[in-house]
């Protein structure tokens, strides 16, 4: 078999390696332009899992690389005058030119042919080749020269960033956040070798353009990074090779296979270097492209095998390294923060680590976040313990004059089961059992407020003196047998009411027996669905006026609070999206006019509803389609509502437009919450495939959000906030008398269940690297 290789660097070289391993007398030439021991950049870096990867697939490799690795188990973070450290990362550096001079070494070894100093400009002359490795790099000539076959999707970041070297050594992978008169830079630093360090310097476009850089060499940047870094470099140079300052491209591509030729490394995807993921990434393809050699029957069954099966792991990486990056984007958003709330926040970034993940780690780093949560909530006139707090989930929250004892939340859920819109048994019972089950808030089903803003025949209402009846049989239990408050959510389905049940086909017109519904435009949900009448100026009247008197009813019920729902496509929402509003007249055009009418729907409520009590509001922060609402958006939206008085943005996204395309996944929503809340500086609750306590508190403790609602784990789990109180010992948690012993032995088994849980994980840790060379290298005398 005849392999050629375009580009000699990890990809490329690992690929070499692992496929001559496999296929001894396969003759396997890398090109590859540049000269053998030519490099940019400084060093690279691998954590422990990747290095396992690598022992497992060529040990002699493995050996040399972990002979050169400087090793690390800290991640430090320097922020306003503060360091922050915390252990047990797992983290290895080697210079990137030692790593390349290795698998050079080792192909060699192995009969791998590598020519150097061959700048490829035509694949055609390896028209005699089976296979064809396109590992080119970042800016493969070959992924566009077929573009339209790979189809690669380029988002160039806005931050400016350049790789730099300094002889400072680094006993941690230190993130330096330094203010300058400028804005702010951010430097991302770690070891590679003795007295070698990489130092990845970044910023945004307009404290770039401040600060003097455009236009500057290699050697005045360095200079000026010098000027602004200088106190923690120590006296050290910056070194550059080839540091330009450039923008991060992100790149995914369509396709990775045309015909025998294959894309590896950077050339198919990059990942942002705030994760450390390039290398991994490249030598991680290599050892799946390998892998699908050894299993598939043919050549092209193995290139479809690799790319369908990596494409999944690849994505991960790059969907968490997207996280990452926007973090640092938008680091400003969170700079006025404690600065160890600021740490958590970047560990906690990317999702992999969590609250409880780090309490096991570092228990004292997480303790002190613990303190500062709680000397924040004592700071708003509680008066909580900040010696031995309790964790954030459990700390108390104020809306106005409404207090919550936590901040678990029952998101608003639809339960279809309300007769001519008369909430029935099923909801006093589903209400009050999670009531009893110690949600610090609960929000009710979307409540509408006439019999044609249902959603479906099922949907609860108020616009009655028998539903109004029936709302106060639950508010009245849930007040007297719980700790909790409970708010009502109010809307009108507009465009996606006259629907079936959900069990039936959501949001699918009904056979017989709909009503006639209105929207923002003339245009249906789905092509075959009932299309909407354009509301008039009479019609939003009505809508208006049938919004103050549900409320009127909901005080009279005696809820503690009142959402005003503007999300998920229904009504208002219909408004606010350019996706279903192309009205021409005062209330469709700019964002300002979109949110005229959700507006003033707003403000008669905020007129009308007790001014002691909280009223908060539903958004889509994203429509998840082109041309729709965006993130920032949301943070003007949530801006005009908190002009008008809102206490708190429930922020929730999307459901507006069929064709969207959401990015699901753990706490999905989250990073919108996020926006709004330290963009446009407004309590906010977040929402979204948040399934765990450790999750909540992970958000809470980072400022991501100020409460945490549940949806479908309340569904199965009324008693969530019950067990999360007993996990975290919280235990001034309610709990109704007659549940008092099952409250006392839930607490006692899970603080048993928790140690034997810790002990566990701390046992079935693997040591790290940089652990086992403690060991090794330990004086005897010492054991
Ligand atoms: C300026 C810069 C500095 C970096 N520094 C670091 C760092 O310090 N640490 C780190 O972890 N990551 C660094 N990275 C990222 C990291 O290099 C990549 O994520 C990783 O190397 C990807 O491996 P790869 O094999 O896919 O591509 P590359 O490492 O880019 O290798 C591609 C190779 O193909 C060769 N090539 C390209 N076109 C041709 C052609 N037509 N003919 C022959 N040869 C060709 C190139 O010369 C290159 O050697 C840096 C990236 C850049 C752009
Ligand atoms: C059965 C069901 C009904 C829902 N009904 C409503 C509703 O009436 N009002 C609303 O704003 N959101 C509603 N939602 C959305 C939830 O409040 C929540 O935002 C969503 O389920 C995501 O959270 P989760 O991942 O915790 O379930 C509903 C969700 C489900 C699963």
């Not at 020269?145 to 160039?156: A, G, M, N, S, T």
């Not at 044609?452 to 849930?478: H, K, M, S, Y």
Request: aromatic fraction near 10%; hydrophobic fraction near 40%; proline fraction near 4%.
């Amino acid at each position: 078999m005849k392999v050629a290789i375009i580009g000699g660097g990890p990809a490329g070289l690992y690929a070499a390696i692992l496929l001559k391993k496999q296929r001894p007398s396969a003759d396997i030439t890398v090109h590859e332009r540049n000269r053998a021991d030519d490099t940019f950049g400084f060093g690279v870096v691998f954590s422990d899992a990747t290095l396992d990867n690598f022992e497992k697939h060529d040990l002699p490799s493995y050996r040399r690389i972990t002979q050169e690795f400087a090793y690390w188990d800290d991640i430090a973070v320097h922020f306003r005058g503060t360091v922050h450290r915390v252990g047990g990362n797992g983290f290895c550096g080697c210079s990137r030119q030692k790593l390349l001079l290795i698998l050079q070494e080792r192909a060699r070894e192995l009969g791998v042919v590598l020519h150097f100093e061959v700048d490829i400009e035509d694949e055609s002359r390896f028209a005699d080749a089976d296979l064809v490795l396109i590992a080119d790099g970042i800016n493969s000539r070959f992924r566009e020269k077929y573009v339209d076959h790979f189809q690669p999707k380029v988002d160039l970041r806005s931050n400016k960033f350049a790789w730099m070297g300094s002889t400072r050594s680094l006993d941690a992978f230190t993130f330096i956040f330094q203010e300058t008169e400028w804005g702010p830079f951010i430097a991302h630093a770690y070891q590679y070798e003795a007295g070698h360090s990489t130092w990845i310097f970044e910023t945004d476009p307009e404290t770039f353009e401040r600060a003097g850089l455009t236009g500057l060499n290699e050697t005045q940047s360095a200079a000026r990074m010098a000027g602004i870094f200088g106190w923690f470099l120590d006296g050290h140079k910056l070194l550059t090779n080839r540091s330009m300052w450039r923008n991060f491209p992100m790149i995914r591509s369509k396709r990775w296979v045309k015909d025998n030729m294959v894309l590896l490394g950077d050339a198919k995807a990059s990942a942002h270097f705030s994760i450390g993921s390039g290398t991994k990434l490249a030598m991680e393809d290599a050892i799946a492209l390998a892998e699908a050699m050894e299993r598939a029957p043919s050549i092209q069954a193995a290139l479809e095998v690799y790319e369908y099966g990596r494409r999944e792991e690849v994505e991960k990486t790059q969907h968490a390294a997207d996280v990452s990056l926007v973090w640092f984007e938008h680091v400003d958003r969170f700079w006025e923060f404690d600065p160890v709330q600021f740490a958590f926040g970047v560990m906690t970034r990317s999702k992999a680590i969590t609250y409880d993940n780090l309490k096991l780690r570092a228990p004292d780093f997480v303790a002190e976040v613990e303190k500062s949560f709680a000397r924040q909530v004592r700071s708003n006139g509680f008066d909580v313990n900040t010696d031995k707090p309790v964790v954030p989930l459990f700390q108390p929250f104020r809306l106005r004059e409404m207090e919550i004892a936590n901040r678990a939340v029952v998101s608003p859920m639809c339960m279809y089961s309300a007769k001519e819109g008369v909430p029935t048994d099923f909801h006093l019972v589903h209400y009050g059992s999670r009531a009893i089950g110690g949600a610090g808030l609960i929000f009710t089903e979307m409540t509408c407020v006439s019999r044609d803003a249902r959603i479906t025949p099922g949907c609860a209402g108020l616009w009655n003196d028998e539903q109004e009846a029936a709302w106060r049989r639950v508010v009245d239990f849930v007040h007297a047998n719980s700790a909790s408050k409970i708010c009502l959510q109010l809307g009108h389905a507009g465009r996606k009411g006259a629907t079936k049940l959900m069990w039936d086909g959501i949001d699918r017109p009904l056979d017989e027996g709909g009503w006639e519904v209105f929207s923002a435009s003339p245009l249906p949900y789905f092509p075959d669905s009932q299309v909407p009448r354009e509301l008039d100026r009479a019609g939003m009247n009505a809508v208006r006026d049938s919004f103050v008197a549900a409320a009127e009813r909901g005080e009279r019920c005696g809820f503690d609070m009142l959402e005003l729902h503007c999300a998920h496509g229904y009504l208002l929402a219909s408004f606010i999206s350019p996706l279903t509003n192309t009205r021409s007249d005062d209330y469709g055009g700019s964002l300002a006019n979109r949110l005229r009418f959700p507006l003033e729907v707003f403000e008669v409520l905020r007129a009308v509803w007790p001014k002691h009590k909280p009223m908060s509001v539903r958004i889509s922060a994203t429509d998840w389609a082109d041309g729709g609402i965006t993130g920032d958006d949301a943070v003007a939206i949530a801006r005009a509502f908190a002009e008008a008085g809102v206490d708190l943005v429930d922020v929730s996204t999307g459901q507006t437009v069929r064709d969207a395309q959401p990015i699901y996944g753990r706490m999905f929503q989250t990073p919108f919450s996020d926006q709004v809340r330290n963009e446009a500086r407004v309590a906010t609750m977040c929402v979204g495939n948040i399934t765990t306590a450790d999750q909540a508190n992970t958000i809470l403790a980072a400022g991501r959000a100020d409460l945490v609602a549940l949806g479908r784990p309340h569904l199965v789990d009324p008693f969530f906030t019950m067990k999360a109180a007993a996990w975290y010992g919280a235990d001034g948690a309610f709990c109704p008398p007659q549940y008092l012993p099952g409250k006392d032995q839930i607490f006692r088994n899970s603080v048993r269940d928790r140690l034997d849980l810790e002990e566990l994980r701390i046992k079935a840790k693997p040591k790290t690297r940089a652990e086992l060379k403690a060991e090794a290298t330990k004086p005897l005398a010492a054991e």
